[in-house]
């Protein structure tokens, strides 16, 4: 079993919620994670709706990007991590990743989905 299939037979059922402003890239994970079997608990593009949703609707894993249509993510990253839920960081943003201690893992944009998924094993399974 290659790498790519193994990541989806690990990460099938899981739920996960996307929090990402920039419309492309969130529809491309969203369709990533879909096509893997894992379930999406919502998508939100600021802080706020993220939280709503993470509080409705609690994910397993969230993906989510440190820069927000309202601001940095650094808060939410570690209310999301107080709440149990593991987070994998995406950013354009080298000069962040030493100030992002509560996630599993932090990948820097452009990434492929073989490494998304990876990271998404790392931090559930």
Same mark, same amino acid.
């Given at each position: ?7 989806? &037979? ?34 939100? &593009? #600021? #802080? ?46 080298? #000069?962040?990743?030493?100030?992002? %201690?509560?996630? #599993? ?6 990434? %492929?989905?073989? %490494?998304?998924?990876? &990271? ?6």
């Amino acid at each position: 079993m290659d790498g790519s299939l193994a990541a989806a &037979a690990r990460l099938r059922g899981l739920r996960v919620l996307i929090v990402e402003d920039s419309w492309h890239m969130a529809i491309a994970v969203q369709s990533l994670l879909q096509g893997v079997g894992m379930v999406i608990a919502g998508a939100a &593009a #600021t #802080t706020t709706d993220a939280e709503r949703l993470a509080s409705v609707d609690v994910p397993r894993v969230a993906v989510v990007d440190v820069k927000l249509q309202d601001g940095m993510a650094f808060d939410l990253i570690d209310r999301l991590h107080d709440l149990g839920i593991r987070i994998v960081v995406i950013s354009g943003f080298s #000069t962040f990743s030493n100030l992002i %201690e509560k996630a #599993t893992a932090i990948l820097r944009k452009p990434f %492929e989905g073989a %490494e998304l998924l990876d &990271a998404l094993v790392l931090a559930c399974c």
